[in-house]
Structure formats: structure tokens, C-alpha cells
């Protein structure tokens, strides 16, 4: 009992700390360099078990031999095993290649490392911008400031360290990076990174003193070109932020072509563009104008930058307006017509309108004679009657005139006065009536 005791002891000291580990993301390619000179070489694989290994890979005899489940995984070149060189390389990683490996040179122990597989989070930006990493673990809520320690990696490469109250840094991190040691009491390691460039892109990882890491480990942070989307009419103008300092190019590709093509560079001093757009590109700030657009300008403008290479921003332009000016006699046809045809229509509602009332006019004309007609037929027939009657009258006198005694007629006509008959009418023989 003692004897196995003392074997586990010595094996758990022989077992390298994590942080010599390989570290790899999940699907990538791993490495575990081994450098000996041996004509047999077996690499194993440390199970879950204390004592348990898996052959996974064997070359013997100039032949090559590889566990099923390694299968097309596991590189195996004869003439670099010839020449020294017997690392293990294993593409693909999944996550249960996480463990312990070691090679057996001619029956020796060599090389003993881990593989961590890493399942990283990932963190997008934009160029230019910035990112904040987070980064969390169990800290003492009464640290002091000069006690704070904390570590950030990027591809195993120190980014930043708080220690002692002091931030050191990585190349190329200088007074970009930073961590808050306020918030360090709170469990919070986060990192921030300002002014991200496309070199920031990569994975990293915090660690405390004792070597443990945070919450989320890793991180991948993604530095992607700034995108913009502009929505213009025929004849506006849009700008195209450059995004970076001179000397930039801007390439251009219309809507469905298949390859983009050189427009405009800014230098330190100078700005150029090709024919067709001299007249319509110009400068503002950090900026190129593009004026009097036309449908044609849809596509895609790409600005690069000429130091790193990288792209840095991508404008994509929708001019919407008029069918292509390649035929304006089609749109001037269209308009004419459409105007002709209203005009057409207005015309021949007025017309419609005039000869309605020209009807109705005569109408009202032919009723209105036709009453006049009557009128008159009506007056000329109570004139005539008026005649007969006033003929009839002239013929026959009337019975009391004959009656009347001839010596009477004086005496009658004295004891009348004016009061007893006030209105006297003289008839065709002279005498008067009341």
C-alpha cells in the first residue's frame, strides 16, 4: 500500500502545471513539439484514469499508425520523423482531444504536455473603436489597490498586468489598454482596448496570481471594417468616411460585377481619381464627397488602407430615380402621352358639359315659345269674342230702351242727378245710362 502511494506521489510530481499547457480553440490545429532522435516513436493519450493510456499514433518501420478515432487527424511525415522532429500535430480538435499526451521514444518517456481546448467567446468591433473584454473571478472585496494582480494574454503574448498598484504592457498595447482596479474588488478583470486595429484581432485570456483563470475564458475578439448602408435619389450627394489617416484607396464595384476597380486615393498630400469622377469627388474632413449622383453610382465602395492592407470601411450606395438616362426619349414619350391623354379628357368633359346645357337651353326655348303660343292664341280668341259680343250689342238695343215713353224721356232724365247716378254712359243714339 505504501509502494503504490509513493508511486502516485512521484507520478503527480512528474505532471506539468497547466500553464505549460497547448492551448486551442475548438476545430483549430494543435501542436506538441517533441525533438528526439528514435526509429519508433508511440504517441499516447493519458485517459480520465490515473494509470490508463490510448495508443493513438505509432510509427514503426517506415509505416504509420493511427487510432480510428485520430483517423485523417494526426499528421505523419517519415522524413521529419527521420530528421528529429516527432511532434505530435492534430487538426480538427474536438472537445474531448482535452487531456495529457506523451511520446515514447524507443521505448522512453519524452515530451510530456497537455492539450486545453478552448471554447472561446467571441467579441466583435469595429475598426477604430472600443472594445471591452470581460473578465470575471472571486476577488477579496478589501483588496487594496497595491494588492490587485491580474493578468491579460492575447495568443499567449502579454497584453497588460496589474501588479503592485502598476500597470505593465505588451508591445503595441502602450496607454490603449487598461483594467479598473475600482471594479477589481467587485470580481470585475474586464479589459478595455481603445483605438482597436485589426492586429488587436486574437484570443485572450485573464488569469489571477494563483494562476486560475476568469469568467469567460477565452475570449476571441473579431476587428471587422466598419459597415455603412446609404439610401440616395439621382443628383444628391454622399459622404465616404475614409475612416483612416492618408495615404487610403477607395475601390468601387457596381451592383453585379464580379470584381471591384480602382476610384479615388488619398495621399498625404494629394488626391487623385480616375476619369468620370474628377469632377464629382472632392474632399471634406476625413471624407470623400461624391456629388451628382446617378444610378450608375450603385455598388459597393471599398476604402483600404495602404499601410496595413486591411480594409477598413465598406459603403455600400442604392441611387434610386429615373429609368437610366441611356434613353430619356422613353421617359419623355411616357410624360407626353400621360399628358396628352389628360388633356384629351378634360376637353371632352367640357364639351360633354356645353352641348348638356346647349340641349337644355333649347329645350327651355321651344317651352318658353310654346307658352307665348297659347298666350296668344288665348288673347286672340278673347278679342274676338269682345268683337262678337260688342257687334251683338250694336244689333240688338236693349228691351227697356224701346219701352221707354218718348214724352217721359226729359222729365227722366231732369229729376236725375249727378249723386243718383254717378256714372253715365252715352249710347250710339245719345241717350245715357247709369
Not at 63 to 73: G, L, M, S
Not at 379 to 408: C, D, M
Request: hydrophobic share 35%.
Amino acid at each position: 500500500m505504501l509502494r503504490w502511494i509513493l508511486t502516485v506521489f512521484l507520478a503527480l510530481l512528474t505532471i506539468p502545471t497547466v500553464t505549460d499547457a497547448v492551448t486551442v480553440q475548438l476545430g483549430h490545429s494543435a501542436t506538441v513539439s517533441c525533438h528526439v532522435n528514435c526509429s519508433t516513436v508511440t504517441w499516447w493519450s493519458k485517459g480520465i484514469e490515473v494509470f490508463q493510456s490510448f495508443k493513438i499514433f505509432e510509427f514503426s518501420e517506415g509505416k504509420c499508425t493511427v487510432a480510428p478515432e485520430f483517423k485523417d487527424r494526426i499528421e505523419c511525415s517519415e522524413e521529419k520523423i527521420r530528421g528529429g522532429d516527432v511532434s505530435l500535430t492534430m487538426t480538427s480538435v474536438v472537445y474531448n482531444d482535452r487531456g495529457w499526451y506523451y511520446c515514447s521514444c524507443d521505448g522512453k518517456d519524452q515530451c510530456d504536455r497537455r492539450i486545453e481546448v478552448l471554447v472561446p467567446t467571441t467579441l466583435s468591433i469595429s475598426f477604430g473603436g472600443e472594445a471591452t473584454l470581460p473578465c470575471y473571478a472571486e476577488t477579496d472585496k478589501r483588496t487594496v489597490d497595491s494588492s490587485a494582480y491580474v493578468l491579460w494574454e492575447k495568443d499567449e503574448q502579454q497584453v497588460l498586468k496589474l501588479e503592485n498598484g502598476k500597470m505593465s504592457y505588451g508591445s503595441g498595447f502602450e496607454q490603449r489598454a487598461t483594467v479598473s482596479t475600482e471594479r477589481y474588488k467587485k470580481g470585475d478583470l474586464s479589459l478595455t482596448i481603445d483605438c482597436v486595429t485589426f492586429s488587436d484581432s486574437g484570443l485572450y485570456r485573464c488569469s489571477l496570481k494563483d494562476g486560475e483563470h476568469g469568467y469567460p475564458d477565452p475570449i476571441s475578439l473579431i476587428v471587422e471594417a466598419h459597415q455603412y448602408v446609404h439610401h440616395k435619389k439621382v443628383g444628391d450627394s454622399v459622404l465616404l468616411d475614409l475612416v483612416v489617416l492618408p495615404p487610403v484607396m477607395v475601390y468601387f464595384k457596381e451592383s453585379d460585377a464580379t470584381a471591384d476597380s480602382w476610384m479615388c486615393a488619398r495621399l498625404k498630400d494629394a488626391f487623385h481619381c480616375k476619369p468620370g469622377y474628377e469632377q464629382r469627388a472632392a474632399i471634406v474632413n476625413n471624407s470623400i464627397m461624391l456629388s451628382k449622383l446617378s444610378e450608375a453610382d450603385s455598388g459597393t465602395y471599398t476604402v483600404k488602407d495602404v499601410r496595413s492592407g486591411e480594409v477598413v470601411a465598406i459603403h455600400k450606395l442604392a441611387v434610386i430615380g429615373l429609368p437610366s438616362q441611356k434613353f430619356p426619349w422613353v421617359s419623355a414619350s411616357i410624360f407626353c402621352a400621360i399628358i396628352v391623354s389628360l388633356l384629351g379628357a378634360v376637353i371632352f368633359f367640357l364639351c360633354r358639359q356645353k352641348r348638356q346645357r346647349q340641349t337644355e337651353q333649347r329645350k327651355e326655348q321651344k317651352q318658353l315659345e310654346a307658352g307665348k303660343a297659347k298666350d296668344v292664341t288665348e288673347q286672340e280668341e278673347l278679342v274676338q269674342l269682345s268683337i262678337q259680343q260688342t257687334e251683338s250689342s250694336i244689333r240688338s238695343p236693349h228691351p227697356w230702351a224701346q219701352s221707354k215713353p218718348v214724352n217721359s224721356l226729359p222729365a227722366l232724365e231732369d229729376s236725375r242727378d249727378e249723386d243718383s247716378c254717378p256714372n253715365q254712359v252715352f249710347d250710339l243714339d245719345g241717350d245715357t245710362h247709369c
